[in-house]
C-alpha cells in the first residue's frame, strides 16, 4: 500500500515569497491533515479536511496561509508570503476515519531566509 | 484547552536498560492517548495507542487517569529503540491529534 506522498521535500524562499506545498494520502482516505512542526517541538494542527470539507481551521494563520482540497483527494497547501517564522516541517496525514490510524507523509521542509 | 507535556527532551541509556518516557496530559474530559515514534530517516508512525492496551516493539504505555499520565516504558532498550518519541492526545470526534514536544532517546551500547 503506497503512502502518503508530499512534495516538495524540500524548498527555500525569500521572505515574502510564496510556496505550495502538495499531498497525495492513502487511496481512500476520507481525512485529511496539515501538521506544522518547527524544530524542536511536536507538530501542531494547521487544517484538517473530511472529504472536501474543512473540519478544523482553527489554527491556521489566514492572512497567508491557505489549503484547498478541491476533489476530495490531493491537497495543497499556500503561504504567501512566507515569514521568517513559517521555516518547519509541513506534515501531511491522512486516516480512513475518525478513531483510525493516521498516517503521515515524510513532511515537506520549508527554509525561509 | 488540552495540553500534552513531555518532560524530558533527552534520554540517554545503554541497552538492555530499562527506559520510561513521561507523558503528562491536561483534559477534563476522556481523551485517547497516543505513542508515535519517528526514527532517523524515517516519517512519523505509530507506536501504540491506550485503547489497544498491547505491546509493540517491547514497549508498554498505561494510562493512569488520577495522575493523568501516559508514561511509555520498556524493560530492556536495545539500539534500534533510538528515535524521537512524541506523545499525543485525541479529544474530539474527528480524530486530530494534539501532540507533546517530543523526547529523543539514545541507546547506547
Known amino acids: 500500500e503506497a503512502g502518503v506522498a508530499q512534495s516538495p521535500r524540500y524548498k527555500i524562499i525569500e521572505k515574502r515569497q510564496s510556496v505550495a506545498f502538495w499531498c497525495n494520502p492513502i487511496s481512500g482516505h476520507a481525512t485529511l491533515y496539515w501538521y506544522q512542526q518547527i524544530l524542536g517541538q511536536g507538530p501542531k494542527l494547521l487544517i484538517q479536511f473530511q472529504n472536501n470539507g474543512v473540519v478544523d481551521d482553527s489554527q491556521l494563520p489566514k492572512d497567508r496561509f491557505s489549503a484547498e482540497r478541491l476533489k476530495g483527494v490531493d491537497s495543497t497547501l499556500k503561504i504567501q508570503p512566507a515569514k521568517l517564522e513559517d521555516s518547519a516541517v509541513y506534515l501531511c496525514a491522512s486516516s480512513s476515519g475518525s478513531g483510525n490510524t493516521i498516517y503521515f507523509g515524510e513532511g515537506s521542509w520549508l527554509t525561509v531566509v | 484547552a488540552q495540553r500534552v507535556t513531555q518532560p524530558e527532551k533527552l534520554l540517554s541509556v545503554f541497552k538492555g536498560a530499562p527506559v520510561e518516557l513521561k507523558c503528562n496530559y491536561s483534559y477534563s474530559g476522556s481523551p485517547e492517548l497516543f505513542w508515535y515514534v519517528q526514527y532517523s530517516r524515517q516519517r512519523l508512525q505509530l507506536l501504540l495507542r491506550?485503547?489497544s492496551r498491547e505491546s509493540i516493539k517491547g514497549f508498554t504505555a498505561d494510562l493512569n487517569k488520577g495522575e493523568t499520565s501516559f508514561h511509555l516504558k520498556k524493560p530492556f532498550a536495545q539500539e534500534e529503540d533510538s528515535a524521537m518519541y512524541y506523545c499525543?492526545?485525541?479529544?474530539?470526534?474527528?480524530?486530530?491529534?494534539?501532540f507533546g514536544s517530543g523526547t529523543q532517546v539514545v541507546v547506547t551500547p
Open positions: 491506550h485503547i
Open positions: 499525543a492526545l485525541s479529544a474530539d470526534s474527528w480524530g486530530k491529534l494534539q
